[in-house]
């Protein structure tokens, strides 16, 4: 089945700094990969996804890249705010459908003042 | 418009107890799903539902049991619970198969098991 490997499991970064999260998945066939964020306590919001027919998207601070050839993608937050501290989850899904996708363990990002 | 709900928020079970968590969801939404939230291991996949009428296997789905009598309605059963059981459990739905607005989540049912 599909796996989805998510690195770091923990980010410190000065505020204003950019962060990086990548994960990979194990299966080729998978096209959709949306990113999840979880505020303490809250549920998980999308906050943005990519599909396979497209290298890169972007919205504001955050933009997703995807690489199918080596099966990685990453998220990149731009000029980070107290705000963006949370646990990010990647996710792909397994056999190009969309009725149910598997997450990574996540990454807790910190903002430093 | 209340999304999707999830009852209770919290409950405390003895092992070997039985209980159910109601998902209710009013987008008209085809497909839901249930996911348990342990520390480190991210959101992982029990059981989904892409109609009403049907259940499918996710990830792990050892000791769990699902039901979607009615379309807004997805209900997951603990038959006789155990300490690893002890979790955060997420429901979710979303509107087709392309998840095209993504995933919509419950906010979550802290369980406890002793």
């Known amino acids: 089945g599909e796996n989805v490997e998510q690195h770091p499991s923990t980010l410190s970064v000065q505020e204003g700094d950019s962060a990086v999260i990548k994960c990979t998945y194990s299966?080729?066939?998978?096209?959709?990969f949306p990113w999840y964020k979880q505020e303490l306590g809250k549920r998980p919001q999308l906050i943005i996804d990519?599909?396979?027919?497209?290298g890169e998207k972007k919205d504001q601070r955050i933009a997703v890249t995807l690489n199918k050839t080596a099966k990685h993608f990453s998220l990149h937050i731009t000029e980070t705010q107290p705000e963006d501290s949370a646990v990010y989850f990647c996710a792909a899904n397994p056999w190009s459908s969309a009725s149910k996708i598997i997450f990574g363990s996540g990454t807790r990002l910190s903002i430093r003042p | 418009n209340a999304g999707v709900t999830q009852t209770p928020k919290f409950r405390v079970l003895k092992t070997g107890q039985s209980m159910t968590l109601l998902c209710a969801q009013d987008?008209?939404?085809?497909?839901m799903y249930w996911y348990r939230q342990d520390p480190g291991m991210g959101l992982r996949l029990i059981h989904y539902s892409v109609g009403e009428g049907t259940t499918a296997k996710g990830e792990v789905p050892d000791g769990y049991n699902v039901s979607r009598l009615k379309k807004q309605n997805f209900l997951l059963g603990l038959e006789s619970a155990a300490p690893s059981q002890t979790s955060v459990y997420f429901c979710?739905?979303?509107?087709?198969?392309?998840?095209?607005?993504?995933?919509?989540f419950g906010s979550g049912t802290r369980l406890t098991v002793v």
């Open positions: 990519i599909r396979s027919n497209v």
């Open positions: 979710a739905s979303s509107y087709d198969e392309q998840a095209i607005y993504g995933y919509t």
């Open positions: 299966d080729s066939a998978s096209n959709y």
């Open positions: 987008m008209n939404h085809e497909y």
